[in-house]
Nanobody, 126 residues
Framework: QVQLQDSGSGLVKPLQSLSLTCTVS??????????WSWIRQSPGKGLEWMGD?????????????YYSPSLKSQTSIPTDTSKNQITLLLRSVTSEDTAVYYC????????????WGRGTQVTVSS
């Protein structure tokens, strides 16, 4: 059974950076054709895809990250295969970044997410 556990910064001050971790069990983050995404939901808004990291050992894109254009300058999903985790780094946060953050897995491009974390609340406030 695949399980994703989101965790990280609960309360962050404006203009600081936040770091969230998705700990994966029951699967390897480097399984071929796996896309690991970060998605968030702000109060009163829908789900927003932030970016993902792709693993496929036979591909030149192995370990490559992709971001929503609106968040590209602020977001990083770094490659780290030493742990079975996916990390989200978000810089210079504002109140607009207050949201519940989820990690999710898809087994292919354009395929629906099959596993989600429960989400972790991040509040940006001074």
């Amino acid at each position: 059974q695949v399980q994703l556990q989101d965790s990280g910064s609960g309360l962050v001050k404006p203009l600081q950076s936040l770091s969230l971790t998705c700990t994966v069990s029951g699967d390897s983050t480097t399984t071929d054709y796996s896309y690991w995404s970060w998605i968030r939901q702000s109060p009163g808004k829908g789900l927003e895809w932030m970016g993902d990291i792709y693993y496929s050992s036979m591909s030149s894109y192995h370990g490559s990250s992709y971001y929503s254009p609106s968040l590209k300058s602020q977001t990083s999903i770094p490659t780290d295969t030493s742990k079975n985790q996916i990390t989200l780094l978000l810089r210079s946060v504002t109140s607009e970044d207050t949201a519940v953050y989820y990690c999710a897995r898809a087994c292919g491009f354009g395929v629906a997410f099959d596993y989600w974390g429960r989400g972790t609340q991040v509040t940006v406030s001074s």
